[in-house]
């Protein structure tokens, strides 16, 4: 590993932040060298920071822990992940006339991107512009420089939020950690781009992605993301359900992952489990299985409902649903989704060619948003500290002959004897050094 490599990359999620390290090689393969996390509940609301001094000390514990790991780097800046309930598209087209049979060129495509992020988009910020579809006189084109026309009309989805989503992070937060923001990255985007085949993309899909607090619906079609949205459920909306059985939080947060079923209707009915909460409350199987299967068909009829905001239907997206995020992990919601929706459906997993440290493989899918993060990065966010250069002595003079080595040994005994404790050491070896050849031209002679 060469020096002065590392891409570090934040997530700021409801229930956790999580902080990432690796770099890429030659191969352009990305290496996932460390990842740290921080548990947060009260100070990310949605995606959106609601406390930035107490989510900045959970940041800065997580710079610390990643650079003891990369060791002896030290981070100066980071790549951000960008994602909440504000987060959604809207769709807008550019026209712009030309001089007949023009050769539309890169600065033509940046003149309409610069103009569509002029437009004025009520209590929300365009966040990044993403293409869906150039027209060339009245002719479809995937890649429009190049091509000739005198018309050409661009299809485009902006990305907007409300402005205290980037802000928190832009100036609050990096006030706070003292650290700059290399770039901030489109969360859903770049995930879509780590998890999603190009097949899948092409025929049609759908990337759900079960938060804590949110859960952001990405459809793609003919390779171009086509609608995305966010919507303010998650998988703490079933934790808060349990603990209204009289149960703590903490209590209903582990019911939920060792025992939660999106198909309540399939346990034990008669089966009990003591838990050790508000009044040693003893919580039915059966009733706290209801629960969950409530709230889970819940956000899974609003998360099909945008397939009809968005204007598809089944048939259009015959690649099917696939699911990230930690929500994702909660039994038999593949199932439920299929059973609901009449696609298919998969689990999102890693590209292949994300390497990621033996330490970290095992977590790796659970962190898959931050990693996508991390890969869309390309600048180096890391230095090495300036090492003290160590002031060499300088070197005795050595003799040619082998009847001299005991003249040598002498001369060197004679050097230390009269060295000069303050700095004249150099002197002092150039006598001896003068001496020496006095006596090998006497010895000529």
Do not use: W
Not at 395 to 412: A, N, R
């Amino acid at each position: 590993m060469e020096a002065e490599k590392y891409i570090v990359a934040l997530e700021l999620g409801s229930s956790k932040i999580t902080g990432l390290a690796g770099y890429k090689n030659e191969e352009g393969q990305l290496i996932v060298s460390a990842i740290e996390k921080e548990d947060i509940a009260e100070y990310i609301k949605r995606g959106c920071i609601v406390n930035v001094r107490e989510t900045a000390g959970r940041v800065k514990k997580i710079i610390t822990k990643l650079e003891n790991r990369i060791a002896p780097h030290k981070i100066t800046k980071l790549y951000v992940g960008i994602s909440g309930q504000s987060l959604h598209s809207i769709d807008t087209t550019i026209p712009l006339q030309l001089p007949e049979d023009t050769q539309i060129t890169d600065s033509i495509i940046e003149r309409i991107i610069a103009e569509s992020k002029r437009i004025p988009v009520a209590n929300t910020e365009i966040i990044s512009v993403l293409p869906t579809e150039y027209i060339i006189d009245n002719r479809p084109e995937k890649n429009p420089v190049g091509v000739f026309g005198s018309n050409i009309e661009a299809n485009l989805k902006l990305i907007v939020a409300k402005p205290s989503l980037k802000k928190n992070i832009d100036t609050r937060l990096v006030e706070e950690i003292k650290l700059p923001v290399a770039g901030f990255i489109l969360t859903p985007i770049v995930s879509a781009s780590q998890v999603l085949t190009d097949e899948e993309k092409k025929l049609g899909c759908i990337l759900v992605d079960f938060g804590a607090e949110t859960t952001t619906v990405s459809i793609y079609k003919n390779d171009y993301l086509r609608y995305l949205v966010t919507i303010p459920l998650g998988s703490r909306n079933i934790t808060r359900d349990i603990a209204s059985l009289n149960v703590t939080e903490s209590d209903a947060e582990r019911i939920k992952i060792l025992l939660g079923d999106a198909m309540g209707s399939r346990v034990d009915k008669d089966m009990k489990f003591n838990i050790e909460g508000i009044d040693s409350t003893q919580v039915n199987l059966n009733t706290c299985s209801r629960v969950i299967e409530a709230r889970i068909e819940e956000i899974v009829e609003n998360v099909l409902a945008q397939i009809r905001y968005a204007k598809f239907d089944n048939k259009q997206l015959s690649a099917g649903i696939i699911i990230i995020g930690g929500g994702s992990k909660l039994k038999n919601i593949q199932e439920l989704l299929a059973e609901k929706s009449g696609m298919k459906v998969r689990k999102g997993t890693l590209r292949k060619d994300i390497i990621i440290d033996s330490k970290e493989r095992n977590t790796g899918i659970e962190f898959i948003e931050g990693i996508s993060i991390l890969a869309a990065g390309n600048n180096i966010c890391t230095v090495l500290p300036k090492q003290d250069k160590v002031e060499e002595e300088e070197e005795f003079y050595v003799p040619s002959k082998k009847e001299d080595k005991k003249k040598l040994k002498k001369i060197k005994e004679e050097s230390h004897k009269n060295r000069n404790p303050f700095g004249g050491i150099v002197e002092t070896l150039k006598n001896v050094s003068k001496k020496l050849l006095d006596e090998s031209d006497e010895q000529i002679k």
